[in-house]
């Protein structure tokens, strides 16, 4: 059974950088799509980034589009978000999450393999 556990959450100030981590255990991510998604209080979740399984090919939201950089390394079983120029409306808990298959998509109801989430805050 796939688990996966975000890390590299924190507070950052308005402008900086953050690299968050989601390390996989108890299976391979290789064939699976992974996604990052995110939820501020009071919203709905938003899919931020995903890279498909066999083609690593990326997706961004305009939202993130260019200050959001989504990457993976099989070696270490981890996927990473790179997350530059952050501002204040980017707070929220960022997931990770799997689906099966080569797919290039943040359907959220197709990823069937979430992490527990890690805070980011972006304030003064």
């Known amino acids: 059974q796939l688990q996966l556990v975000e890390s590299g959450g924190g507070l950052v100030q308005p402008g900086g950088s953050l690299r968050l981590s989601c390390a996989a255990s108890g299976s391979t991510l290789d064939g699976y799509t992974i996604g990052w998604f995110r939820q501020a209080p009071g919203k709905e979740r938003e899919g931020v980034s995903c890279m498909s399984g066999r083609e690593s090919a990326t997706h961004y939201p305009d939202s993130v589009k260019g200050r959001f950089t989504i990457s993976r390394d099989n070696a270490k079983n981890t996927v990473y978000l790179q997350m530059i120029n952050l501002k204040p409306e980017d707070t929220a808990v960022y997931y990770c999450?799997?689906?099966?298959?080569?797919?290039?998509?943040?359907?959220?109801?197709?990823?069937?393999?979430w992490g527990q989430g890690t805070q980011v805050t972006v304030s003064s």
């Open positions: 999450a799997a689906a099966p298959g080569d797919l290039l998509t943040l359907y959220a109801p197709l990823y069937n393999h």
